[in-house]
């Protein structure tokens, strides 16, 4: 687990970073990334309530597509799962 908390740490640096800047800005966090085909059902909590354990990854991009020029999530960081 040792190689999991260099991720961690490198998040705890970047975010900060992003959360501080003058940017318009959205972290997407996703839960575990699989290659399946999409599900159409999207959960994106800022709590952690109701979310899986997966996202598809055709889910998570039209979600990240979406948000592009979609303000709901503005200057926050979501998680993301089906």
Not at 8 to 36: F, Q
Not at 41 to 63: E, P, Q, V
């Amino acid at each position: 687990m040792k190689w999991f908390q260099v991720i961690i740490d490198d998040k705890n640096r970047m975010e900060p970073m992003i959360m501080n800047s003058n940017l318009d800005w959205t972290i997407i966090r996703g839960t575990t990334v699989e290659d399946k085909p999409a599900k159409n059902k999207i959960t994106a909590t800022l709590d952690g309530k109701g979310l899986k354990f997966s996202i598809t990854n055709s889910d998570l991009a039209t979600f990240v597509v979406k948000h592009l020029t979609e303000t709901t999530f503005l200057k926050q960081a979501p998680t993301v799962s089906n």
